[in-house]
């Protein structure tokens, strides 16, 4: 398996242990060649041994320091050093760990066949017998089970390395996973908020810009309709801001304060009613067989109101009427329809952008279909179709 491993660059307190541990192998190596020297030849290699060898072991030993950047050179390098060199057996098995690290059989075959034959040849530097009894193959035994068993253990720590790399990969993936479904809820939150609040505001503060705006230009007005419509700003105004505590109080979870009655179909006429109050020429028509559920009531008032909140905004004088019908089974059908504006807007109405998106996104998650679109008289008509499922019959 030709997998590289990378991973940070070890610190001074792993360099010096590893090489310590290095140097601690060749030791002993070193001594006990020292030891089983004939006395013969003793003599003759004592100042390679005393001097020539602790220094070729001490740069194999500096030249591990560079073994992650070139692992293949320095393995070579140092596997073939250790020839002229038996304390530099602790650093050949650790340049032949590391490169075993990287799982590359080609190069760990190479550096093993450098290290047996290095450790083959070094017999000839310190000979420990005065005759040659002992083939070439027996002296290969020893250095070749060790090379084993280095490539071995570097083969098991480069394994467990791509091990602790996969698992660090899973766990940041499964980090940045949460932290983009956490956006995600945000979001929706963020867009439920908004949806809450245009839902419950913008029919409100649309009716009392409506009424400002008569109030303001109209100069013809008697006391009492003034006096009505300034009671209507006041009333609108306080409704709004009852409801918007109402939905804040919601939001916040607020276990000591009752959750507000919900929207549903059976409030349709009263909402007609508060627009009608308002000074918008509303009619309701419904003609419901059965009773809804909680979702699709709270859904055709969604509708109703929607409607309303826009013709007061964009038609203002203008007829609106609102027709409710269905029955389970079939569908839930929602019309808001207004004729030509009887008088020119005498503000800005205030407007979001969102309204109609909104309450489409609404009706979609609800199974049903919203067309809105202008009507052969010149008005504006809106229509919810929603589904009805069949009400289930009580054995």
Not at 14 to 20: A, E, I, K
Not at 188 to 200: F, K, S, T, W
Request: aromatic letters at 4%; one cysteine or more.
């Amino acid at each position: 398996m030709n997998t590289d491993v990378v991973l940070p660059r070890p610190g001074w307190w792993q360099q010096t242990w590893r090489l310590g541990a290095a140097a601690a192998v060749g030791v002993p190596v070193w001594l006990s060649t020292g030891v089983l020297l004939p006395d013969g030849r003793a003599a003759e290699a004592g100042t390679w041994y005393a001097t020539g060898d602790p220094l070729v072991a001490l740069g194999c030993l500096t030249l591990l320091l560079w073994r992650r950047r070139f692992p293949l050179a320095v393995a070579m390098t140092v596997a073939i050093a250790s020839t002229a060199s038996t304390l530099a057996t602790g650093a050949a098995l650790l340049a032949l760990t590391s490169i075993a690290t990287r799982r590359r059989p080609v190069e760990i075959g190479a550096v093993v066949l450098a290290y047996v034959v290095a450790s083959s040849f070094s017999v000839g530097l310190y000979p420990v017998e005065e005759g040659d009894g002992a083939t070439w193959l027996e002296r290969a035994v020893i250095p070749a089970l060790t090379a084993g068993i280095a490539a071995a253990v570097g083969t098991a720590i480069g394994a467990r390395r791509v091990e602790l790399r996969s698992l660090r990969e899973r766990a940041e993936s499964a980090e940045r996973e949460q932290a983009a479904r956490a956006a995600q809820a945000r979001a929706l939150e963020r867009n439920r908020i908004a949806r809450e609040m245009h839902d419950v505001l913008a029919h409100r503060i649309s009716l009392v810009a409506m009424q400002a705006g008569v109030l303001g230009h109209r100069s013809d007005l008697t006391a009492e309709e003034s006096g009505t419509l300034v009671r209507g700003i006041a009333d609108g105004s306080q409704q709004a801001l009852e409801e918007l505590r109402d939905v804040l109080g919601v939001l916040r979870a607020d276990p000591d304060r009752p959750e507000p009655p919900q929207p549903s179909l059976d409030r349709v006429p009263e909402l007609v009613d508060d627009a009608r109050t308002s000074g918008l020429d509303a009619t309701f028509t419904g003609t419901v067989t059965g009773t809804p559920s909680d979702a699709l009531g709270r859904t055709c008032y969604r509708v109703v109101q929607e409607g309303l909140t826009n013709a007061a905004k964009h038609a203002p004088g203008a007829d609106v009427r609102v027709t409710v019908a269905g029955s389970p089974g079939g569908e839930l059908r929602v019309t808001v329809r207004n004729s030509r504006a009887g008088a020119a807007r005498t503000v800005r109405p205030p407007s979001s952008g969102f309204g109609l998106p909104g309450l489409g996104e609404r009706v979609t998650l609800a199974g049903g279909t919203l067309d809105h679109g202008p009507a052969p008289d010149g008005g504006y008509v809106l229509t919810a179709r929603l589904p009805w499922p069949p009400q289930p019959q009580e054995r």
